[in-house]
């Protein structure tokens, strides 16, 4: 199957301080990459969607100045937490896919953010 | 937009137990996918099944998307089955089209 990267896969930093958290698509082309948030015991929500070249489009709800995305390529999407805060603390799970609009989706392993 | 119900929301099982998950969904759907998530958090992809019947190992799924649900079932489980299975579908138009909308999930513990 095909396989996502994501990196870091924890990280711990200080109240107001910006994470990137790179997304990666190691054997295939993703036209489309997507990004979702995990609260502890819960499902996943979606954050955004962003295609290669484009825009990203952000989920209702979602600050876009606070999450920012940036998928510069086919196989490389990123995601930076701006002036982090403790409320920012949570899984953040990228996936993306390679075909179609609603082709099968394949998910990076997750990164831990911690916001002291 | 499209509702994604799964059921039993919890289930515990011996080892050697066979088990059926049910996603229900409201809407038609161009793609359903079963995921299990591992302990580390890992999306593992199980099934890429909008209808029809696969098989894969001790795993089998059914969507019949005329009647809006799919089932997962797992024969013969183990301990390293455990963990949270989620369905996710991607809806045929209108609002929630262009994502997948997750189920709350099934949490399954496996005992020995």
């Known amino acids: 199957g095909a396989v996502v990267s994501q990196h870091p896969s924890r990280v711990i930093c200080k109240s107001g301080t910006s994470v990137k958290i790179e997304c990666r698509s190691l054997?295939?082309?993703?036209?489309?990459m997507f990004w979702y948030r995990q609260f502890p015991k819960k499902s996943l929500m979606l954050m955004a969607t962003?295609?290669?070249?484009?825009?990203?489009?952000?989920e209702q709800g979602v600050e876009k100045d606070k999450f920012l995305i940036n998928h510069a390529s086919l196989t490389l999407s990123t995601l930076t937490v701006t002036s982090a805060h403790p409320e920012d603390s949570s899984f953040y799970i990228c996936?993306?896919?390679?075909?179609?609009?609603?082709?099968?989706?394949?998910f990076g392993p997750g990164t831990r953010l911690t916001v002291l | 937009g499209i509702q994604v119900e799964q059921s039993p929301p919890d289930l515990i099982l011996q080892e050697g137990a066979n088990s059926t998950l049910r996603c229900n969904f409201s809407?038609?759907?161009?793609?359903l996918q079963w995921f299990h998530q591992n302990p580390w958090g890992q999306l593992i992809n199980l099934f890429y099944?909008?209808?029809g019947t696969k098989q894969n190992g001790r795993l089998s799924a059914t969507t019949v998307a005329t009647e809006r649900y799919s089932l997962l079932y797992i024969s013969s489980s183990q301990t390293t089955d455990s963990g949270v299975y989620f369905c996710?579908?991607?809806?045929?138009?209108?609002?929630?089209?262009?994502?997948?909308?997750f189920g709350q999930g099934t949490i399954l513990t496996v005992h020995p």
């Open positions: 996936s993306a896919t390679s075909g179609g609009a609603y082709n099968e989706q394949f």
């Open positions: 054997d295939f082309q993703a036209t489309t």
């Open positions: 962003s295609n290669e070249g484009s825009k990203a489009t952000y």
């Open positions: 809407d038609s759907v161009n793609n």
């Open positions: 099944i909008p209808s």
């Open positions: 996710a579908v991607w809806r045929a138009g209108g609002t929630s089209y262009g994502k997948l909308t």
